[in-house]
């Protein structure tokens, strides 16, 4: 069995509330902010459940998960102000961390603003050297997280990362954090020439510095710099090629986290495809889900086999439309999902009784053609 979750809520009873929410998804493992990633208020951390939090886990047999840092965090700007409360208030979460008993916190680099990309490096390089100074005491490491290279961010390239690393003195408790959508949207085929994309990763930084992967399909074609998350399967990276990165040998073990978008006609009904797209890659669907689940997707086949519907081309033709025809996208910005469910409720293949999300559900399997109905 994979190592798989995905994000999930710290509010009310903190780790409990968390692990009680991963357990709902059927998860291995989860992620958790230990506060708002937009802000800086924190609830002190004794009063957030943690020991109910580990002993739920603990009969779960979940023992590794992750933290991610704010994304106020920006190590690499010129500003003293941002940078000083960037390096206090990462050492404050890093303690968090080490409190809960996490080994990982993942963080965005920084970005240069309105400097350079050299600059960027050595700012950010000075910012982590403090940091962990500063941490010497807890037992946590820092996860780099690789970007998808919007605006002026670091960490686009693994040239990027590895500059970082040798820059910074207590380098053995950097670690890095793989995100699947940022590394396509910052050109690596992961599709194609997943094997070569891991062979140069392991050359310039070292597969053996990698401790998380995020788990994420992309609304952007390849090389985009965009960064932005889709459901598995209904994006550019499509539920093959991500089936194959987290079953690769070279990422065995590490916990594979899910950061993909809630999806709903309404915000109300807004529902992400966690349990879904976790059973499926974990191969585990029918026991998960029944056979009756199954036997619909084999109806969704049929419904969309009758209309010439094939779903890596339906995917990969509605987002290329969004993208490139603004007159299209205002007469239509359903995204592919979205027009997929209607199209369902409108054709009814599938019995009333079923809510969105149950729905939704049957598409994200739809999504790993025929073939997955055999593996899962």
């Known amino acids: 069995m994979l190592k798989i979750g995905s994000h999930?809520?710290?509010?009310?009873?903190g780790l409990l509330t968390a692990a009680q929410e991963a357990l709902s998804y059927g998860s291995?493992?989860?992620?958790?902010?230990?506060?708002?990633?937009?802000?800086t208020r924190r609830k002190p951390v004794d009063t957030l459940y943690i020991e109910e939090g580990k002993a739920l886990m603990e009969q779960s047999d979940i023992n590794e998960i992750v933290v991610h840092a704010p994304y106020i965090v920006n190590l690499g700007s010129y500003k003293d102000s941002t940078y000083e409360l960037a390096v206090s208030f990462?050492?404050?979460?890093?303690?968090?961390?080490d409190y809960i008993g996490v080994r990982n916190i993942v963080l965005h680099p920084g970005a240069y603003t309105d400097k350079d990309a050299e600059y960027g490096i050595a700012r950010i390089a000075e910012g982590?050297?403090?940091?962990?100074?500063?941490?010497?005491?807890?037992?946590?490491?820092?996860a780099l997280e690789t970007m998808a290279g919007k605006g002026t961010e670091i960490g686009r390239s693994f040239e990027e990362i590895a500059a970082i690393i040798d820059k910074v003195q207590d380098n053995h408790r950097l670690t890095v954090c793989m995100d699947t959508c940022h590394m396509h949207d910052a050109g690596y085929d992961l599709v194609h020439d997943l094997d070569g994309v891991?062979?140069?990763?392991?050359?310039?930084?070292?597969?053996?510095?990698?401790?998380?992967?995020?788990v994420n399909d992309s609304k952007n074609s390849r090389g985009a710099g965009k960064d932005r998350h889709?459901?598995?399967?209904?994006?550019?990276?499509?539920?093959?090629?991500?089936q194959r990165i987290v079953h690769h040998e070279g990422l065995?073990?590490?916990?594979?986290?899910?950061?993909?978008?809630?999806?709903?006609?309404?915000?109300?009904?807004?529902?992400?495809?966690y349990e879904a797209e976790i059973a499926l890659l974990n191969g585990n669907g029918r026991s998960r889900f029944g056979e009756t689940f199954f036997e619909d997707v084999e109806r969704l086949h049929h419904f969309f086999g009758k209309q010439e519907i094939d779903p890596r081309v339906f995917v990969l033709s509605t987002w290329d439309l969004l993208k490139n025809d603004a007159k299209a996208k205002k007469?239509?910005?359903?995204?592919?999902?979205?027009?997929?469910?209607?199209?369902?409720?409108?054709?009814?293949?599938?019995?009333?009784e079923l809510t969105e999300e149950q729905i939704n559900q049957r598409i994200t399997a739809w999504f790993g053609g025929k073939e997955l109905l055999a593996k899962v």
């Open 252 to 273: 065995k073990g590490r916990p594979f986290i899910l950061e993909t978008p809630w999806i709903g006609k309404e915000d109300k009904t807004e529902r992400p495809m």
């Open 8 to 13: 999930v809520s710290f509010s009310d009873k």
């Open 230 to 242: 889709a459901p598995v399967g209904a994006g550019w990276l499509g539920h093959e090629a991500i």
């Open 90 to 97: 990462l050492q404050e979460e890093i303690r968090r961390t």
């Open 331 to 352: 007469a239509d910005p359903r995204e592919p999902m979205e027009r997929l469910y209607d199209l369902v409720i409108a054709g009814q293949p599938l019995s009333s």
């Open 128 to 142: 982590l050297n403090e940091v962990l100074a500063g941490t010497k005491e807890t037992n946590v490491n820092i």
């Open 198 to 214: 891991l062979e140069q990763f392991d050359r310039v930084v070292g597969l053996d510095r990698v401790a998380v992967v995020h």
């Open 28 to 39: 291995g493992t989860f992620m958790i902010y230990t506060g708002a990633p937009q802000n």
